[in-house]
């Protein structure tokens, strides 16, 4: 049997926010690809690196977290100025623009022209793992086996935005310039796919067009 080893994180840095929720499933699955990881707590954690991840978890508490650890702004900074980022699940929801139905006193970092529906797939029991199909930067359709617990749904599109992925007729999957954000989990399932991209994605840093 020949193993088919994935290197394309070798020699890449990825920071992945370790405030709250699914940080060690991300880690494992960039180290797995051959990239460094950096656990990003403090502003100054977050410098040069090549690529960022957002983590699912709870959205409210990650979002108090940013703000009480000081972080917030500079991790803001970072993903307008062009790092290569994946929200996934709370971590969408820290990306939008609004939350529909935010928890009390609730703020994103407002980085992505989206509006978000949380818990609308139900909630923990009703989690459910999938096959998505999820459109790549070569515009090809690529099944990712997907995990959704909890998850919220995009309920509003800006129109710089290129909708991803559907789930059950709703958006799960956006991407804006330098930013993708999905619903679901697929570093639970194991599912490689977006996360080379993130990695790819690094590779093209300068030829994207960053947010303002
Ligand atoms: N519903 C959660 C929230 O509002 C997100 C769930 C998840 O990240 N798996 O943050």
């Known amino acids: 049997m020949t193993t088919i080893v994935n290197n394309s994180g070798n020699g890449k840095t990825v920071g992945v926010l370790a405030l709250q929720g699914g940080v060690a499933e991300h880690t494992q699955m960039m180290e797995s690809l051959g ?22 978890g709870e959205s ?24 290569p980022t994946l929200g996934t699940c709370a971590g969408l929801i820290m990306l939008a623009h609004t939350v529909d139905d935010p928890a009390p006193g609730q703020q994103t970092l407002d980085i992505l022209d989206i509006s978000v529906d949380r818990n609308a797939f139900g909630s923990q029991v009703d989690s459910a793992e999938t096959e998505v199909l999820w459109r790549g ?8 086996h ?53 990695l790819s994605m690094t590779n093209f840093r300068s030829s994207f067009c960053s947010l303002s």
């Not at 950096?38 to 957002?54: F, R, S």
């Not at 129109?159 to 999905?182: C, K, S, W």
């Open 35 to 56: 990239a460094q990881v950096v656990l990003v707590k403090k502003a100054e954690h977050l410098h040069g690196l090549d690529a960022l991840i957002l983590p699912g």
């Open 146 to 198: 997907a995990a959704f617990i909890r998850a919220p749904r995009v309920s509003r599109v800006g129109q710089d935005v290129q909708v991803t992925a559907h789930h059950g007729g709703q958006v799960v999957g956006v991407r804006q310039g330098n930013v993708m954000g999905i619903s679901f989990h697929p570093e639970l399932t194991g599912d490689t796919t977006i996360h080379r991209e993130l």
């Open 137 to 144: 930067a070569d515009e090809q359709l690529h099944p990712v």
């Open 60 to 83: 409210s508490t990650i979002d108090r977290l940013t703000r009480i650890f000081g972080v917030r702004d500079a991790l803001r900074e970072a993903i307008i100025s062009g790092v």
